[in-house]
């Protein structure tokens, strides 16, 4: 049981049918035009500040589809420019993840490769009049802000001597000022009606060691002054991101004619796409790692977290969420995407993939008290009715069975067509059964469950053909072995828990969103079965075996999903 399941080969999204994307249109007219000779480049900029999610895995599938796409090339650039939140862990995740996606990048750049050039850019930027050290706190700061409709307040340190801030940012960097005593701001204009420009600040000074470079800086860019530089010091021709930074571009563009020679057409162009919001979901990062320190879920590769390694986890395919993220598309308007339709596309592809085994979730007795006592006989069991080369496998039939308890009822309404006293049911790939009664304890409860069988239904023979009006699955005790299943549901309530307001993090969850099915029963045939490897329970739903049952010696499954849309209920409907 210790092995991993392989991976199998990730396909293209079919997309006989889509039309291009926006990006693509953009992209197909730039190659037209000749734009940067031809070149595509684009590039995935992780802040590695905590795991992917599925959020992710759209704005990967677009940076790295264009790039294939197109002949171009995608790297990987780590946007490290907060030595506080980022860390070597977060920076291996990401490795892994894309890589499981099934894409390659090309180079692996960090924003702190460029902290040199980004350090001598802000003295030249401070020498030429477009940035100076401010010694008001970051308050005090964001209050002369000013409103989009009224300008801003303008530093009274905004017209000190050049010389003076260019001292001050050197000894900044040298560790003479403590963190917030003073920050570098570029010098743009208070009352652009951009608040971006309003004299943004582009270096903080942090005393905490960097992931990459230790302790060589004590002052750092921010984000905004580290992004578009970086994707210019990189080639970038196509700098994709999300809708929120298109207030953002002007100030990189800004920065960028202030670096780029005069004579040179190169410059990285952003385009901006909606970003992901599912149903049910959250995103943030920042709340992602609240869920995971405060102990709510149980890490970041939770199966009931929306990363990309907790999909994983789930049993979700890398197949599944591209072809999930192709369905959806990418346009410019921000929209909530139901949950549903991302399990749509699990289904399909665990539909495909999955072999076919028996699983008894809640297990109660049967005994065929016409089967003669120590006789068994095997029936053929088709691994994959959807792959014919995925063969098949024998299961084997006795005198005692494991049914589900909810396949028999004693008193049974009208439209029950599973097992009641009278009432006749087919054991599915076996015979069709007579149910003869039960036996009860003291409570009443349902201790085991009679039936009597028809030798003449034999599965295969001209009997089996009879009309009955329901098929229940069975295992064979004596062939059956123990599993634990957990069950698992939408992490949150609320359809978009983001905008609940007043509320704790943990008050949001859903208090149903693991089930832990101790005493689950599946067939032998699982004995070995690999951790990541994919089953489909007949009539019950898709499960994966789940890492833990390396670690714990014994079979343990997620349930992936449901077989149909049914949340949080076992299917039982034929
Ligand atoms: P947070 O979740 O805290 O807002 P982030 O997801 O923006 O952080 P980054 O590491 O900066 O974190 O994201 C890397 C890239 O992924 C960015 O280009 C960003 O636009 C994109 N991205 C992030 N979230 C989504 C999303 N929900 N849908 C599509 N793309 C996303
Ligand atoms: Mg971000």
């Avoid at 092995?3 to 990006?23: D, G, H, M, Q, W």
Wanted: with cysteine; net charge negative; hydrophobic share 35%.
């Amino acid at each position: 049981m210790n092995e991993n399941a392989p991976a199998l080969p990730i396909e293209e999204p079919k997309e006989e049918k889509r039309s291009l994307n926006f990006v693509e249109q953009i992209v197909e007219q730039n190659l037209a035009e000749e734009l940067n000779e031809g070149r595509v480049q684009t590039r995935f900029p992780p802040e590695p500040n905590g795991y992917l999610h599925i959020g992710h895995a759209k704005a990967i599938c677009i940076d790295f589809g264009i790039a294939q796409r197109y002949g171009g090339v995608c790297n990987l650039r780590f946007d490290d420019t907060n030595p506080i939140k980022e860390d070597v862990e977060y920076v291996d995740s990401i490795k892994e993840d894309i890589h499981w996606l099934g894409f390659e990048y090309g180079n692996i750049y960090y924003a702190s490769d460029y902290f040199e050039q980004l350090y001598a850019f802000a003295e030249r930027l401070i020498m030429e009049g477009h940035a100076y050290v401010d010694e008001q706190s970051a308050e005090e700061i964001a209050k002369q802000k000013g409103t989009p409709t009224e300008p801003g307040v303008a530093s009274p340190y905004r017209d000190r001597p050049r010389e003076e801030s260019l001292d001050l940012f050197h000894r900044m960097n040298a560790g003479e000022f403590p963190e917030g005593a003073m920050t570098l701001r570029a010098k743009i204009d208070m009352a652009s009606s951009n608040m971006h420009f309003r004299d943004p600040i582009i270096y903080r000074i942090i005393k905490h060691p960097h992931h990459r470079t230790g302790n060589t800086w004590n002052v750092y860019p921010m984000y905004d002054f580290a992004h578009g530089q970086s994707d210019y010091f990189e080639g970038v021709t196509h700098s994709i991101c999300t809708l929120e930074f298109v207030p953002h571009r002007p100030l990189y563009d800004y920065f960028i004619d202030l670096l780029k020679p005069q004579d040179s057409d190169y410059r990285p162009r952003q385009y901006e796409f909606n970003r992901l919001n599912l149903t049910h979901t959250m995103m943030s990062k920042r709340k992602l790692l609240a869920l995971v320190k405060e102990g709510l879920v149980a890490g970041w590769d939770d199966p009931r977290m929306p990363t990309i390694c907790g999909y994983r986890r789930r049993g979700y395919t890398p197949q599944a969420i591209r072809n999930f993220v192709d369905s959806i598309g990418y346009t410019k308007y921000d929209g909530m995407i139901d949950v549903a339709l991302l399990e749509h596309a699990v289904r399909e592809d665990l539909n495909r993939i999955s072999t076919r085994v028996s699983g008894v979730l809640d297990p109660i007795k049967l005994v065929i008290t016409n089967y003669p006592e120590g006789q068994t006989e095997d029936f053929e069991a088709i691994n994959n009715p959807e792959d014919p080369t995925a063969g098949s496998h024998v299961i084997t039939f006795s005198r005692e069975l494991w049914i589900e308890r909810d396949d028999f009822m004693e008193e049974a309404p009208k439209k029950y067509f599973r097992l009641t006293p009278g009432g006749e049911v087919r054991l599915k790939n076996a015979y069709i059964v007579r149910c003869t009664g039960c036996k009860k304890d003291a409570d009443g409860n349902i201790l085991e469950v009679y039936a009597e069988y028809d030798p003449e239904t034999r599965s295969g023979l001209p009997g089996s053909n009879r009309k009955v009006k329901g098929t229940i699955h069975w295992l064979s005790i004596a062939h059956s072995m123990d599993a634990e299943v957990r069950l698992y549901d939408h992490l949150f309530l609320d359809e978009d828990p983001s905008s609940v307001e007043g509320k704790e993090l943990a008050e949001l969850l859903n208090p149903e969103s693991l089930k832990v099915l101790s005493h689950a029963k599946v067939e032998t045939f699982l004995h070995d079965a690999a951790v990541g490897a994919h089953y489909q329970f007949q009539r019950i739903g898709y499960f994966v075996v789940d890492k833990d049952t390396a670690k714990e010696g014994r079979l343990i499954l997620n349930r992936t999903t449901s077989l149909k849309d049914t949340w949080g209920k076992i299917a039982t409907k034929k």
